[in-house]
């Protein structure tokens, strides 16, 4: 699914702008994960440990929770569903939309397509922040969109199709060019 637009077409827009990045790796390390719960949950089925209790307690708890941290943080971020409608962008991350972040469009200065957005310039995929770089959301390697707030920072998610999303932001930003409104 490359991006949809809904609405009713007033001028040159429509109301709602949908756009979509995926990232089948991220199934992989979730299989990894799984993989780990798994080991836990057959230590503790299945123990003949002789050196005592805690260890054992100790082995199943670690795996459990490392396998279900490694599920979430990859499964969270498996794909990002990208929201512009008249008043605002939203970020909405894996299957159950967390981690979110909606950016009004009264607190965005301008938009940029960037054409090669790399998750090693991130330090990862995910929900990042760097301080000389600003926040992003990065699931894959490639196309993005680059938003300029008003406040100085910067917000980067990757998206397929970014070029048609950052058309849709700049055409809904002309009018409010003069500034953050309160």
């Known amino acids: 699914m490359r991006d949809h637009l809904h609405g009713e077409s007033s001028s040159h827009h429509t109301d709602v702008w949908t756009g979509r990045a995926s990232n089948r ?21 299945d123990s003949a440990w002789t050196s005592g209790v805690a260890p054992l307690v100790m082995s199943v708890v670690g795996c459990i929770a490392a396998g279900l941290l490694v599920l979430f943080l990859t499964l969270a971020f498996v794909h990002v569903a990208l929201k512009v409608d008249m008043d605002s962008l939203e970020v909405r991350c894996g299957h159950i939309g967390v981690p979110r972040r909606r950016i009004p469009l009264d607190h965005v200065a301008g938009a940029e397509f960037v054409p090669h957005v790399n998750p090693r310039q991130w330090g ?59």
């Not at 790796?25 to 299989?31: G, I, T, V």
């Not at 780990?36 to 949950?41: M, S």
């Not at 196309?143 to 700049?170: M, P």
């Open 25 to 45: 790796m991220q199934w992989l390390l979730a299989l990894g994960g799984a993989a780990i719960l798994a080991l836990g949950v057959e230590l503790a089925v």
């Open 124 to 182: 990862g995929w995910g929900y990042r922040w760097r301080p000389e770089k600003g926040t992003a959301v990065v699931v894959r390697r490639g196309e993005g969109v680059v938003l300029q707030l008003w406040d100085g920072h910067t917000f980067t998610v990757t998206v397929d199709d970014a070029e048609s999303a950052v058309r849709i932001i700049r055409d809904r930003l002309r009018p409010r060019a003069s500034g953050p409104r309160s």
